[in-house]
């Protein structure tokens, strides 16, 4: 795992983006995941999205994985995003997430961070 001076994070995230798969806070709301961990996802959304909003979404994870992965989670942040006023980043903390589900999210972004830091050097 990396962890920057001033890391406070318990799990690390990767800057992958993914397609957001289902979203049940209506259609448009959350456009797309800009990064994913373990706990939890930082989504794109062309509205705000009051914190502490409880919000249930599914997401597929690429190959080799190949699943989807359904969770619940809570509003934790939303700030305007650089784009405009008609964009948001929204932060969603999981609360509810299968642990096998869980351990293949954990899986996946420690394996892309893996790559995308053997990319780099």
Known sequence: MRIDGDERRRYPRSRRGLPLAVDEAGPGVLNHVDNISANGVLCHTIKPVPLMTKMRIAL???????????????VVRCDADDRGDDHFKV????????ADEHEAVRQFVEEDIAVQDGVSD
């Open 60 to 74: 597929d994870l690429p190959a080799p994985y190949d699943r989807r992965v359904d969770a619940e989670g809570v």
């Open 91 to 98: 932060a969603i903390l999981f609360t509810k997430i299968d």
